[in-house]
């Protein structure tokens, strides 16, 4: 049984920050309506939350920081009040690396209460493209809705030639807006691509293609202000919760690897770790220990790999193979990189501590 006093008192507390959240967000219409009939507009909202987009080169430092404001860089957008109103609303002005999990989730709760709205018809989130398909991912499973949610960054800050953030945010807005939009989950839009948050990844330091998705492609295409899409997702699956567990850790394997890190992760209290493992989902011998450890605790062990395509499965039976540690207890993430299953497996954790239970939400999908 669970002990749903702890559940309600979650709750309340998620809702008296969503309120606070509303409260201090400093709304912001950033309409250009110069006696233009508006009635027929649909409004994007517009979440800020930082990242390069947001960045300039500090002179004395020569390096970029975080430096404009949401309307600043809107204002850089230029004719966008031709496709929709916007709504600014300033979440945060953080570099993608200082994401952390609550943070997300206390931005899929202003998401949550922002798409509801009937006047909104989409959101758009600027984000930093070191983290931004955690983030993405996280939104993914943590929102079921039919209106579109696009995450968005740049790849060069506004110091630079050829700064990328304006032609983002406005093929961001292009794809919010459209019926087609509609269904298709959390999307990432950078340089006229849009992808799935499921299955894109950064792939390069700085090139402005950088986010792929590599199996299958992007869902789709902004050409000349319209949304072209060519595939849809088959499978798509949510975990809806007001809380998450972030103590969940990811380990990569290599040659020669052993148990310690496994270990270790086990004495500091880990309640979930992630293995990217070799190939098919084969381990180093000397790593079993570790992982019968972990599930003897009741400690998930997911694996995935650390190869950039391909689901894990039970090819392999020798010692260390995927069939082995399967009918040991660790749980298959099918093709999920790392950094998106230890996202999965953090929500997870936050709903249920049986690892029955949390096989089925990792494997359902796959197998």
């Known amino acids: 049984m669970y002990d749903l006093s702890f559940v309600k008192s979650l709750q309340y507390f998620r809702k008296t920050i969503s309120y606070y959240v509303r409260i201090s967000y400093n709304v912001i219409d950033f309409t250009n309506n110069k006696g233009g009939n508006n009635m027929n507009k649909k409004k994007v909202a517009a979440i800020f939350t930082g990242g390069t987009i947001s960045m300039k080169v500090d002179k004395r430092l020569s390096a970029a920081i975080p430096a404009m404001s949401s309307e600043e860089i809107m ?26 999990p609550e943070l997300m989730l206390e931005l899929s709760n202003v998401v949550k209460d922002t798409i509801a709205r009937d006047d909104i018809t989409g959101v758009i989130i600027t984000h930093g493209t070191d983290s931004l398909e955690e983030t993405a991912f996280f939104l993914e499973l943590n929102i079921d809705s039919e209106k579109p949610v696009i995450v968005v960054g740049s790849m060069r800050n506004a110091s630079e030639l050829g700064y990328d953030g304006p032609s983002n945010l406005s093929a961001a807005i292009c794809t919010a807006v459209s019926e087609h939009a509609r269904n298709k989950g959390v999307l990432v839009v950078l340089n006229n691509e849009v992808n799935s948050a499921k299955e894109v990844t950064k792939t390069h330091t700085m090139s402005l293609d950088t986010f792929k998705s590599f199996s299958f492609g992007p869902l789709g295409i902004v050409d000349n202000d319209q949304v072209i899409f060519y595939r849809d997702i088959a499978k798509r699956s949510h975990i809806l919760t007001d809380t998450v567990v972030p103590e969940v850790d990811l380990i990569k394997s290599v040659v020669g690897m052993d148990s310690k890190y496994i270990n270790y992760c086990i004495d500091q209290g880990t309640k979930g770790i992630v293995i990217e493992a070799m190939g098919r989902g084969n381990l180093p011998p000397k790593m079993i220990d570790g992982i019968k450890k972990a599930v ?50 953090m929500l997870a954790l936050s709903t249920t501590d049986d690892m029955k239970v949390i096989q089925t939400i990792f494997e359902h999908e796959y197998y």
């Open 75 to 100: 204002s850089l957008v230029t004719n966008i009040d031709r496709i929709a109103d916007i709504e600014i609303i300033p979440f945060a002005r953080i570099p993608g690396p200082q994401m952390t």
């Open 296 to 345: 003897e605790k009741n400690i998930p062990v997911i694996i995935v790999s650390r190869c950039p395509m391909g689901r894990v499965l039970g090819s392999y039976g020798y010692e260390g193979g995927g069939k082995m540690l399967h009918d040991l207890g660790a749980i298959f993430g099918g093709d999920l990189n790392g950094q998106k299953a230890r996202i999965k497996l």
